[in-house]
């Protein structure tokens, strides 16, 4: 048939085998269908019988850490946004939980997939992508992982997922089950069912950026407090209003704090930062595990002695309520470095003074840090 002068016919390049990616993403859906949600687990402070502390533990999802669920959601944007093909090799940078977790999906999707990553990141981690089928590229840096990783996607003609941009798009902000509706919902019935506080760390931004727009999309009076780690760049960002604040090295507490703002960090949704020193974080991380027999990882140290401080203020200021956070991973992950004496004692951390505070606070709900 004969066209009218002027008309184009242009049938686009398909990117992707459509029966191929049908199945993939049939097949992360059906893992997120048969993994039940994470628990909130309540965590009675005697000294402060007014404030309820909750923490959320992401530790039990498949691959152990809060990041299963950003992995699944970065592999259903690139896949749905027609960027991952059959046998494409699926590249991130990464402090580790992340790695370990796309891992999985990669494996599960039969894809090649390579983590870049400093290489303090602990011996545990490496072990578990490895695992899970994936490849470690270790660069000496922290502030090296973008540049590496995006070097390997064009020489591989693989794909970046490149999580510290896409975290806080590649998440549904307003629902569809993400950690702040759910954490919402788990608080219904509680005695102060609206947290006064949800404390979190930060380390693509995503987390932090899907419940800050949650809170105000659904009108409720939670404010959000993002804790940040020495040698992190979201604090003094924050403070100085300037998203271009680059930090002189990376943070030392695993899966937060980066050596620059990443473009997933919005501060325009977050109440109030927090600086907790590195050896608080162990303190704390230290600390649940003997007052409770939760045994997490430092970044949950950091949102612990964060979350305890805020829970402290509202006690002395007379007021009632409850402060929600998340247990982030294991212990297990850091046997060689955080739950090691001798790996602390050789960077000269002293978790004494840190540990009265915490206790002092635990018990007669006075914070003196």
């Known amino acids: 048939m004969e066209q009218a002068p002027g008309f184009v016919d242009v049938l686009a390049g398909v990117p992707t085998d459509r029966a191929w990616l049908d199945e993939a993403v049939r097949r992360i859906q059906a893992d997120a269908n048969r993994s039940a949600d994470t628990h909130l687990v309540h965590v009675p402070v005697p000294g402060i019988p007014g404030v309820d502390l909750y923490l959320k533990d992401e530790s039990t999802h498949p691959t152990g850490s809060l990041k299963h669920r950003l992995a699944r959601s970065l592999f259903l944007y690139a896949l749905c946004n027609g960027q991952l093909r059959q046998g494409t090799t699926v590249i991130e940078a990464s402090s580790g939980s992340t790695a370990v977790s796309e891992a999985y999906f990669a494996r599960m999707l039969e894809l090649p997939f390579i983590a870049v990553m400093a290489r303090s990141t602990s011996a545990e981690k490496i072990a578990l992508i490895e695992r899970e089928g994936g490849r470690c590229h270790l660069v000496q840096d922290a502030g090296e992982v973008y540049e590496v990783a995006r070097q390997l996607e064009q020489e591989l003609g693989g794909h970046y997922l490149d999580q510290f941009t ?56 939670s404010r959000l407090c993002v804790v940040d780690p020495e040698n992190s760049a979201f604090l003094p960002a924050f403070l100085e209003d300037d998203q271009g604040v680059r930090a002189a090295c990376g943070s030392r507490i695993e899966g937060i704090g980066r050596p620059r703002v990443e473009p997933s960090f919005v ?67 850091y046997a060689a470095s955080y739950r090691d004496d001798g790996w602390l004692a050789e960077r000269g951390w002293d978790l004494g003074p840190h540990l009265d505070t915490l206790a002092r606070a635990w018990d007669s709900g006075v914070w003196a840090g």
């Open 166 to 221: 896409y975290a806080e798009r590649a998440t549904d902000w307003r629902g569809n089950n993400n950690i702040a509706e759910s954490i919402f919902d788990q608080m219904g019935r509680e005695r102060h069912p609206v947290p006064s506080w949800v404390v979190v760390g930060a380390g693509t931004g995503g987390t932090s950026a899907t419940i800050g727009r949650y809170v105000r999309y659904r009108g409720l009076a």
């Open 267 to 333: 501060p325009s949704v977050v109440d109030r930062m927090m600086l907790v020193p590195d050896a608080a974080s162990v303190a704390a991380m230290r600390f649940l595990s003997d007052r409770t027999g939760l045994r997490a990882g430092a970044s949950t140290g950091t949102n612990l002695y964060g979350a305890l401080r805020l829970a402290c203020e509202l006690a002395q200021a007379g007021e009632g309520g409850s402060v929600v956070s998340l247990l982030c991973d294991g212990a297990e992950r």
